[in-house]
């Protein structure tokens, strides 16, 4: 049985990431013997919990990504709907043992093995991850116990294709990383990102940079770069949304289509930019999907 504990949080007050009058509760999850992940549990405010009308949210962000890098997202489903923020293996609030497995299949068991300890009932919640969250997702649905009642992932990778330098940083960067971010910034400015049509992915950078683990963001980005997916999504039989970023050109457009492409019935969505795939329009694209699911299964 999974360990389910309080955790005293060495996190800020996150009141201003949720909707108002939304309660929060930090928890540690217990993945495997040595592995547990840190989970933030959002409730909305009473007059709109009495609701009921949307199903819960276990919410995934990307490779490295802060709380606060989802703030309007956050603050839009909260406002309607409990959401479990889990932070993923290379983020501050994990324990990882020395030598962990952090491989793509690995992470995605201690996913599915955390959903469990949050003991969600059968087709009664959703997932929602970004990048790195939504591959795990993509590669946790065979291990989940309990089915989604949908998944909903935004700008999901195919691959995790790293520059050289940024392989040989990994495998040594945990030492000199803080001295390097100043040049990182530079470098994803200059020749990653094009900051006239996409800033907001470049501040969105600059806060992970700042805030990143470099032992455990090292190893994790060694673990999964030699990751492809393997192209067999007509598995995914769970109602689906895709969400891409056309215009961002730090991660790869195309793996969002052809992710799209290869499961079958699944709705697809260009929000352009990083602005409007982290602001309160995916929350209303969130919902209109699972009125939508409804719908056709009244």
């Known amino acids: 049985m999974l360990v389910r504990q309080n955790e005293l949080a060495d996190l800020p007050d996150l009141s201003s990431v949720c909707a108002p009058g939304a309660t929060y509760q930090v928890v540690r999850l217990a993945a495997r013997r040595d592995v547990s992940l840190r989970c933030i549990t959002f409730r909305p405010p009473r007059e709109t919990a009495r609701r009921g009308t949307m199903p819960e949210i276990v919410f995934i962000g990307g490779l490295a990504s802060i709380i606060e890098n989802f703030t309007d997202t956050l603050r839009g489903l909260t406002r309607t709907s409990v959401v479990h923020y889990l932070e993923t293996h290379e983020k501050g609030g994990s324990r990882i043992a020395e030598g962990a497995d952090l491989s793509i299949p690995a992470m995605a068991r201690d996913v599915a093995a955390a959903v469990a300890a949050l003991d969600l009932r059968d087709g009664s919640y959703i997932m929602t991850g970004y990048s790195l969250g939504a591959t795990l997702i993509l590669e946790a649905v065979m291990y989940l116990r309990q089915q989604p009642a949908a998944v909903v992932l935004v700008e999901p990778n195919a691959a995790f294709p790293f520059p050289g330098w940024v392989l040989l940083l990994a495998r040594f960067g945990s ?46 980005v060694r673990a999964i770069a030699p990751f492809r997916l393997d192209g067999d999504l007509a598995r995914i ?16 457009f195309h793996d969002s289509r052809v992710i799209a492409d290869g499961i079958h019935g699944s709705v697809y969505l260009d929000l352009q930019d990083n602005r409007r795939s982290h602001s309160a329009e995916v929350a209303r694209h969130v919902e209109r999907f699972v009125i939508s699911i409804r719908a056709l299964n009244a």
Not at 205 to 216: S, V
Not at 237 to 252: A, E, K, Q, R, Y
């Open 175 to 220: 030492l000199i990383y803080r001295p390097m971010v100043p040049f990182l910034k530079w470098y994803v400015r200059c020749f990653r990102i094009n900051v006239k049509q996409d800033e907001e992915m470049y501040r969105i950078l600059c806060r992970i940079l700042d805030a990143a683990d470099p032992l455990k963001i090292c190893a994790v």
């Open 237 to 252: 039989t769970i109602p689906s949304l895709v969400i891409g970023t056309s215009l961002d050109s730090f991660h790869n």
